[in-house]
């Protein structure tokens, strides 16, 4: 088990620009969420996925924002345009679903990418 | 909305000392986690408690879910500076009690001072 792995750790850029962030889950997880924490504040769910499928967004994802998943496995994360409140801590964290049943096992964070925008 | 308060905010204590932090909803939750996050990490895992009235222990750690199922309390013994961290509670947003999106409070941050 060596965990989630996020890259970069560190992302700045100016205002503007596009970054694109990648996680990759536990290996056996086939769920896979991103959550968005700023400073002073819990962490944020964005989105999930299970497997390649997007399930879910929340209306904090604007339109600059795009998730993928292609093979189940890794996940990136686009910011396009980005602004300056777009600065923050993106978490990535994946559990396990039990298809056809409501168990889902704790999440795992990875260490996040901490995006500053100029 | 659920929101989950966190109390205090800020906490600065001695080793050795006790501390009981706190997590406070209007809305009953099915189930509430704690984690601690230490400074660029992210949030690991402590605890899920389940069924009001609750009481888990972890080594120094002990978390109670409330009996309305509305709140939560984590209470330790002779704190050490290894506990230092952001300690935070959530629980299942309105996703029908699955914790695949969960709401978080804003935190108790701890130091632990030699």
């Known amino acids: 088990d060596t965990g989630v792995s996020q890259d970069p750790r560190h992302k700045i850029t100016k205002r503007g620009q596009n970054v694109t962030f990648r996680c990759d889950p536990i290996s056996e997880h086939n769920r896979l969420y991103w959550y968005r924490q700023t400073l002073g504040q819990g962490p944020e769910f964005l989105t999930y996925?299970?497997?390649?499928?997007?399930?879910?967004k929340s209306r904090l994802l604007s339109d600059r924002f795009s998730a993928e998943r292609p093979k189940g496995s890794f996940s990136t994360l686009e910011i396009q345009r980005t602004e300056q409140g777009d600065s923050a801590m993106y978490l990535c964290?994946?559990?396990?679903?039990?298809?056809?049943?409501?168990?889902?096992?704790?999440?795992?964070f990875g260490n996040g990418t901490r995006l500053t925008v100029t | 909305t659920q929101l989950l308060e966190q109390s205090p905010q800020f906490l600065s204590i001695q080793e050795g000392e006790n501390l009981t932090v706190y997590c406070n909803s209007s809305?009953?939750?099915?189930?509430l986690q704690w984690y601690r996050q230490e400074p660029g990490e992210g949030p690991v895992l402590l605890v899920t408690v389940v069924t009001g009235g609750e009481v888990k222990k972890l080594k120094r750690l002990t978390f109670q879910f409330g009996d309305a199922r509305k709140d939560s309390s984590l209470h330790i013994t002779a704190a050490q500076p290894g506990d230092t961290g952001l300690y935070l509670c959530a629980g299942p947003k309105n996703s029908g009690g699955s914790n695949y999106k969960l709401t978080f409070g804003k935190g108790t941050l701890l130091t632990v001072n030699p």
């Open positions: 809305s009953v939750f099915s189930s």
């Open positions: 964290a994946s559990s396990t679903h039990l298809v056809g049943s409501s168990y889902n096992s704790p999440l795992h």
């Open positions: 996925f299970q497997n390649e499928a997007q399930l879910e």
